[in-house]
Each structure stands twice: as C-alpha cells, then as structure tokens.
C-alpha cells in the first residue's frame, strides 16, 4: 500500500473541492491577507482577522481611526472608569470594508479567504459591534466567516437579515462535543447550519477553549472523533476540521484518514516572510526551546493563552489604553486588566514603573506585536529551516510551508533549497 499525503485528499465544502488545508486566522494582522491570500491561490483557505481593523487599517492604508478615537476620549486617559469609551460603528464598518475589500480584490486562485471573528473583543458592546464587524465583512465579499472565542450562541441571528448569509460560509470554532451542541441548539432558529466546525484542541496558539488547570488533559484526536461520531450519527453532513498541533503533512494526513474534512493550521506559517510577525520576533520563534512556552492566564478575555515567556508584554503595567483601542471592554466598560492595573497602582505608589503580572493590556502588546503568542509545537520551528550566514535562521515563504504540509510523507519537512 502506497503512503498517502494531504494531497489525496479533498475538502469538499459545498459544491466546491479544495486543498485540505487551511490557515488559520491570527490576530492583530499576523494572519496578514498576503498569507491568507497565499494560501487561497494555492488551492486551500487562508483567514484574515477582524481582530482591532481600525488600528491595523491606519497601519496598512494611512487612515487616521486610532488618532481621531484617542483625541475624542482623551479627556478620559486619567480616568478608571472606562464606561464611557464607546466604538464608532460607522468606523467599525470602514476599517472591515477596507481591509476585506483589499484582500478580496487581490485574489487569485481555486482557494477562498475567510474572516476570523472573535466574540471575545467585546468591545463594551458586544451584540453591536459584531453585528457591524460581520455583515461589513460579507457586504465586503468574504468567501467565510469563522466564529472564533466564545460560544457564539445568537452570532448568526446578528447577519441571518443579510442576502449573503446563506451563500457565504460560516463555521465555528470548538473545544468540545459540548460547545458544538449548544452552538447548534441556540442557533438553529436560524434555519441555517455551520459548513464547517474547526476542533481546536489544547495545543493551539492564541487563547485556548479550555481551562488553565486541565488543558493538558484533553487531546485533540478524541475530541475529534467524538465531534465525527455525534455528527455521523445525527447525520449531519458539515466538515469537521482539527487544529493545534498539526506540525508535518503526515499529522495532517492521519486526521484526514480518521474522518477530517481537512486541517486547520498556524504556528508553521509564523515563521513565514507573509507573516505579519516582525521579523526580530520571527526569530524568537525559531530560538524557542520548549521550556520557552508556557500557558498562562494574563489575558484580560478570561481563556488561557499560550505564549514565549519571554514575550515583553508580560509584567508591563502601562496604563490601559482604551481611549485609544478598548477592544476587550465588556458591555459594562470593564476589563480585567484595569482592575489589575488600579490594584498595582495603589499597591506600588512610589513605583516609577509599574509591574503588573497577572494581566496585561492585551490590546496594546497585541497591536505592538509585544505578546508573542504561539502554538505548543514552536520549539520545533527551528527544524523547519536552515541558519543564514549571519546565524539567521531563514525565513520560509508561505508556499514553501503550504506545500510542505500538502505534499510531505513520513513525517519528513522539506527543508528550502
Ligand atoms: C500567533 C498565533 C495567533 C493566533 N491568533 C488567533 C486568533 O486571533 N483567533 C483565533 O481564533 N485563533 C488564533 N490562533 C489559533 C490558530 O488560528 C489555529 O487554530 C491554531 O494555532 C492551530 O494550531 P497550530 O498553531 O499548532 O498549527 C492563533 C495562533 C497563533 C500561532
């Protein structure tokens, strides 16, 4: 018998047959839309992130969002109370419209490029301004929207009116059988099922399903087959695709053989050129040794995350700066990170430099690119390359990784030339 690769396989989503690999999304713009755009030329789904667009608009298309947000909130920078910092929607709307307009435009290719959309940006308005980020990202032409961090349980009542919610693709990201239950239960007034559900499993990068305690329990091929299993026998027909810790073409192809619609990926493409990573961090990510990760619970959402502990976000204590971004504000303007802050700030009053360890402003060190979040398999990405002269390890192009996991067997990685 023949070894099989990825390649052997078809996504089947809809009526269309793709490369069974997707890239997932990352935010603030380290999924940028050249690696998403990358992947759909290739034939597979790449993601954008709809994580803080306008900051990331101002960064790629010279508008002025951040600024003209900060000099209408400035009178409150001094202020503990954040209630008031609210989103302009009609800013909300110009930075999706912007940056999936620019992406969709660029396309080329048999592939499809889809949003991640995170309920966990709450935003101190969260029905609102998810509503506002969707159906902007469909008028916008997005082949798909992933409903990413949280349970999403009245997420496609917020675009069910738009006449492009029945064609776009719409899937969901889960940690359990559970969540996808309830997902389906709460969602099923309207009339429409997910095309597609993403298993994500403990060994992700960005911030984990599960609890900082048991992460470590869960393991994602069971979870996998129990989400296959209830599906087949609730005869289901939606794609199941698993995530975290899919490092070589040959743990991607023994997901497909067990039953995977295909793979969804990451941490591989971190060390690539289209990477929005800089590229000093780029090579933080090589360096990592495994000791060099741990799973902590210093993001304000509440979920676990995993990062380098060398990551300079971690123990800063600015001052929140949600006059400026504020993106994890819950609908009563709070955020956990502030009450940290407040508490260190009482705590060290004749401190020059605050320390604040147990949260941080996940907004700002996300958007400076300061919280170096990764998958559990980083470790390995020194593997994947070759050092430069100047002791660089190279970067690798998109392509490169793609076909790497679309066509290696045996556990091998294709180094480049
Ligand atoms: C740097 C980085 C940032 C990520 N950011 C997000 C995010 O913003 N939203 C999300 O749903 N998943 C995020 N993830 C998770 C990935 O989309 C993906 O599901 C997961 O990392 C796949 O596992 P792997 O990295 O081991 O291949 C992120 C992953 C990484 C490595």
């Known amino acids: 018998m023949t070894t099989?690769?990825?390649?052997?396989?078809?996504?089947?989503?809809?009526?269309?047959?793709?490369?069974?690999?997707?890239?997932?999304?990352?935010?603030?713009?380290?999924?940028?839309?050249?690696?998403?755009?990358?992947?759909?030329?290739?034939?597979?789904?790449?993601?954008?992130?709809?994580?803080?667009?306008?900051?990331?608009?101002?960064?790629?298309?010279?508008?002025k969002f951040v600024k003209e947000k900060l000099k209408k909130y400035k009178y409150n920078v001094e202020n503990t109370d954040k209630t008031d910092i609210k989103f302009d929607?009609?800013?909300?709307?110009?930075?999706?419209?912007l940056h999936v307009g620019?992406?969709?435009?660029?396309?080329?290719?048999?592939?499809?490029?889809?949003?991640?959309?995170?309920?966990?940006?709450?935003?101190n308005a969260p029905k609102e301004t998810l509503k506002v980020r969707?159906?902007?990202?469909?008028?916008?032409?997005?082949?798909?929207?992933?409903?990413?961090?949280?349970?999403?349980?009245?997420?496609?009542?917020?675009?069910?009116?738009?006449?492009?919610?029945r064609d776009a693709k719409l899937g969901i990201i889960v940690s359990s059988l559970r969540a996808l239950q309830l997902f389906l239960r709460k969602n099923s007034r309207s009339?429409?099922?997910?095309?597609?559900?993403?298993?994500?499993?403990?060994?992700?990068?960005?911030?984990?399903?599960?609890?900082?305690?048991?992460?470590?329990?869960y393991d994602l091929a069971t979870i996998t087959a129990e989400v296959i299993a209830w599906l087949k026998a609730e005869h289901l027909d939606i794609p199941v695709i698993p995530a975290g810790g899919i490092f070589t073409g040959s743990d991607a192809t023994r997901h497909l053989k067990a039953g995977a619609g295909a793979v969804q990926v990451a941490t591989?493409?971190?060390?690539?050129?289209?990477?929005?990573?800089?590229?000093?961090?780029?090579?933080?990510?090589?360096?990592?040794?495994e000791g060099d990760?741990?799973?902590?619970?210093?993001?304000?959402?509440?979920?676990?995350?995993?990062?380098?502990?060398?990551?300079?976000?971690?123990?800063?204590?600015?001052?929140?700066?949600?006059?400026a971004y504020g993106y994890i504000l819950d609908s009563n303007g709070k955020c956990a990170y502030i009450d940290a802050y407040n508490r260190e700030v009482t705590a060290q009053p004749d401190a020059k430099k605050i320390k604040v360890w147990d949260k941080t402003c996940l907004c700002t060190h996300m958007r400076n690119f300061?919280?170096?979040?990764?998958?559990?398999?980083?470790?390995?990405?020194?593997?994947?390359?070759?050092?430069?002269?100047?002791?660089?390890?190279?970067?690798?192009?998109?392509?490169?990784?793609?076909r790497d996991y679309q066509f290696s067997k045996e556990g091998k990685i294709l180094l480049p030339e």
């Not at 969707?134 to 738009?162: F, K, Y």
């Not at 971190?270 to 780029?282: F, R, S």
């Not at 741990?294 to 001052?319: A, C, H």
């Open 89 to 97: 929607l009609g800013v909300i709307e110009e930075a999706t419209r």
């Open 102 to 123: 620019k992406t969709m435009a660029a396309k080329r290719g048999d592939g499809m490029v889809f949003i991640n959309c995170m309920e966990k940006l709450t935003m």
């Open 191 to 217: 009339g429409r099922l997910p095309d597609y559900v993403v298993v994500e499993g403990p060994l992700a990068g960005g911030h984990l399903g599960f609890g900082l305690e048991d992460w470590s329990k």
């Open 4 to 63: 099989k690769c990825v390649d052997d396989y078809r996504f089947k989503l809809g009526t269309r047959e793709l490369v069974p690999i997707m890239i997932g999304g990352m935010g603030v713009d380290i999924s940028t839309a050249d690696l998403a755009l990358a992947a759909a030329r290739l034939g597979g789904v790449g993601h954008i992130s709809d994580a803080m667009l306008p900051t990331v608009a101002d960064r790629r298309y010279d508008t």
């Open 134 to 165: 969707m159906n902007a990202a469909l008028d916008a032409g997005i082949d798909g929207i992933t409903l990413a961090a949280g349970l999403h349980l009245g997420s496609l009542a917020l675009i069910e009116d738009h006449p492009r919610f």
């Open 370 to 402: 300061d919280i170096w979040t990764c998958g559990h398999y980083t470790y390995r990405l020194k593997d994947t390359t070759r050092k430069d002269d100047g002791g660089n390890y190279r970067l690798l192009s998109a392509e490169h990784v793609f």
């Open 268 to 289: 591989r493409f971190t060390v690539t050129k289209e990477c929005g990573l800089p590229d000093d961090v780029k090579q933080e990510y090589f360096k990592a040794s």
């Open 293 to 323: 990760i741990e799973v902590n619970g210093i993001s304000p959402t509440g979920y676990p995350m995993r990062m380098l502990k060398k990551s300079p976000g971690i123990g800063s204590g600015i001052r929140p700066n949600c006059e």
